[in-house]
């Protein structure tokens, strides 16, 4: 027999099934947006900040120096002894942490007899040499020879001269004239040659300035050059590693330019700090 709609009664009953099944049925939740995954380059290149010149006055060096006050140590890593922008960026953020008052120690990897005929001279004794004579005839070797100590000396002197109670010293790593400097202000290390062991430099560059009781805070700095920064500081510049957010993408970045750039690698004992970016590398000249 045919229902009013041409259908049987079990087609008609069936059909009422669908209906209220339909009508009774939860709504279907709302489609999930994909949420579009930030590049590293978007997320990291706000946080970089870029240096026009390597000098003290330069708004970049300026806040790298803000950012370094009340560290306890900042050091070199090894690798640029060489090339002149590694000299020029050493003088200007020294330079500009003894401007701010934060420096209290110059550290060098040179003998403590040369370390001292400097001080001596940044200490502000009477004599008619320029700083360029006195970093020529102490006893230094002559990597560390170099205009940039030079220009550093002739600051710290001048320095000295009108801040006696927050002087400048400066010293060899563990001399004993590194224990007469303020305690509570910055020391700046400007690196050693390069250990024969990666994983040690930095462990050994913390307790430059006392044998067995490392620094703390301690800032490693490390620089680079190439390609591997230039989708984050297009010219030169710098990086706090510290500073950047927990996101997969960011890890995976330091995990592909760390193949280049070992120091960018995360949670390594070498692992840096902060990293600085050079456009170029020019072979220093001699002194």
Same mark, same amino acid.
């Given at each position: ?120 001279? &940044? *200490? @502000?004794? !009477?004599? #008619? =040499? ?14 560390? %020879? ?77 620089? &680079? *050059? @190439?390609? !591997?920064? #230039? =989708? ?14 927990? %996101? ?40």
């Amino acid at each position: 027999m045919l229902n009013f709609d041409g259908r049987t009664p079990i087609a008609a009953f069936c059909g009422a099934l669908m209906l209220a099944a339909c009508a009774t049925q939860a709504p279907s939740p709302p489609s999930v947006s994909v949420e579009t995954v930030d590049s590293a380059a978007s997320l990291l290149a706000p946080l970089s900040v870029p240096v026009a010149t390597l000098s003290a006055d330069d708004p970049g060096i300026q806040t790298l120096a803000k950012k370094l006050e009340g560290t306890a140590q900042v050091s070199f890593a090894s690798g640029w002894e060489r090339y002149q922008e590694d000299q020029r960026l050493k003088s200007a953020l020294t330079e500009a942490l003894i401007g701010s008052g934060a420096a209290g120690l110059l550290l060098l990897n040179v003998p403590c007899e040369g370390a001292g005929i400097l001080d001596q001279y &940044a *200490s @502000g004794a !009477a004599t #008619s =040499d320029l700083a360029a004579d006195v970093v020529r005839a102490a006893p230094l070797p002559d990597s560390q %020879k170099t205009e940039a100590l030079a220009d550093v000396l002739t600051v710290a002197r001048g320095w000295n001269a009108v801040n006696l109670d927050r002087p400048l010293k400066i010293s060899g790593v563990h001399c004993d004239a590194a224990a007469s400097a303020e305690s509570n202000r910055t020391v700046i290390f400007w690196g050693m040659e390069q250990l024969a062991s990666q994983e040690s430099e930095k462990a050994v560059a913390a307790e430059a300035r006392t044998p067995g009781v490392p620094a703390r805070p301690h800032v490693w700095l490390a620089q &680079a *050059s @190439g390609s !591997a920064l #230039s =989708d984050i500081i297009p010219a030169s510049g710098w990086l706090d590693l510290r500073d950047l957010p927990a %996101k997969p993408a960011i890890a995976a970045w330091r995990a592909e330019k760390g193949l280049e750039v070992p120091a960018l690698l995360g949670e390594k004992s070498w692992s840096a700090d902060i990293v600085f970016r050079h456009t170029a590398s020019t072979p220093a000249v001699p002194f």
